[in-house]
């Protein structure tokens, strides 16, 4: 089995994982609620809810993501996980503001916690789940570096602390017996996941609009491409990731006078050297005549011809 293969299974895993925690997550928070109708409880099933349908739509997003190319697709469908960490996003937003609006109607209109010890319970059961599945989506997201699991990872580390916080409410409110509390908490957690709503909203944004790899990344393949033998220099790098696949694009500076094997095998060279440091990537490199003048992209973004 190729490494391309175990990390598709690992996503697959992850996602079913994803969607079966989130049902019972939301199942027994349901009944939680029920029983105590706290809000901070209510607001962690809504989380829930989004969750679940965060974890299907990046379940569907690993799926098509798989897929090979096409006639039609022939750089593949990765940018489905992104499309998918988008739509998550949207998700995590407006169950956010309904919790906010939510939190603050009952500012004006308190309403009694029952039955806190239930929610305990079950809130304490919901961070081992929560965490347990946390853990496996941080050990295949650093493996396969997909963003339909990372932006999936995303919802539950919010969940986790949705629980924690949720777990101190109710313990507050049992104590003290001040219900605003629990008002308190939703209102935390609601504006926690606006931020993480604005977080992955932007990191699957720059994906989608192919925003180019670090300026670490982009310095090392700089620093790999010049230190081949019989390299003149390399100019309009080009660099962007969908999915876990690295694209980079590249012109490679050689002699001009060489033959067009020898301009081959120096080129065979430059590319497994970088995919000896980036495996699985999609490397195109294009080869000038050292010395040449030409209008280039650098030039281009830099605002000046060298022509």
Do not use: W
């Not at 033959?259 to 999609?282: C, F, G, M, R």
């Amino acid at each position: 089995m190729t490494q391309q293969e175990m990390n598709n299974k690992l996503k697959t895993y992850a996602s079913y994982a994803s969607v079966f925690v989130a049902v019972m997550l939301a199942f027994i928070k349901f009944i939680a609620f029920i029983k105590t109708d706290s809000l901070a409880i209510f607001s962690s099933f809504i989380d829930s809810i989004t969750d679940l349908f965060a974890s299907i739509i990046s379940g569907i997003a690993v799926y098509y993501a798989m897929k090979p190319a096409t006639n039609n697709h022939r750089y593949g469908f990765g940018k489905s996980e992104a499309l998918s960490a988008l739509m998550q996003a949207m998700f995590v937003g407006a169950s956010g503001l309904f919790v906010v609006f939510d939190g603050i109607n009952r500012l004006f209109n308190p309403v009694s916690i029952m039955k806190t010890d239930i929610g305990i319970v079950i809130m304490v059961f919901s961070i081992f789940a929560t965490l347990f599945l946390v853990m496996f989506q941080t050990y295949v997201a650093k493996k396969t570096n997909s963003l339909a699991i990372i932006s999936d990872r995303a919802h539950y580390i919010v969940d986790f602390l949705t629980n924690i916080s949720v777990i101190l409410s109710l313990v507050l409110v049992k104590i003290f017996g001040f219900v605003y509390f629990d008002v308190i908490a939703a209102l935390f957690i609601s504006l926690y996941l606006l931020y993480s709503a604005y977080g992955l909203a932007k990191e699957s944004i720059e994906q989608i609009t192919d925003k180019e790899l670090s300026d670490e990344i982009r310095q090392n393949i700089i620093g790999l491409v010049e230190k081949c033998e019989d390299v003149k220099g390399m100019h309009d790098l080009r660099t962007r990731s969908v999915g876990d696949i690295f694209y980079i694009e590249l012109h490679l500076e050689i002699e001009g006078s060489i033959s067009l094997v020898k301009a081959h095998e120096i080129t065979d060279n430059v590319e497994t050297l970088l995919l000896s440091h980036y495996p699985h990537s999609q490397i195109l490199i294009h080869q000038d005549p050292s010395g040449i003048k030409e209008d280039r992209l650098d030039n281009q973004i830099n605002g000046y011809c060298n022509l």
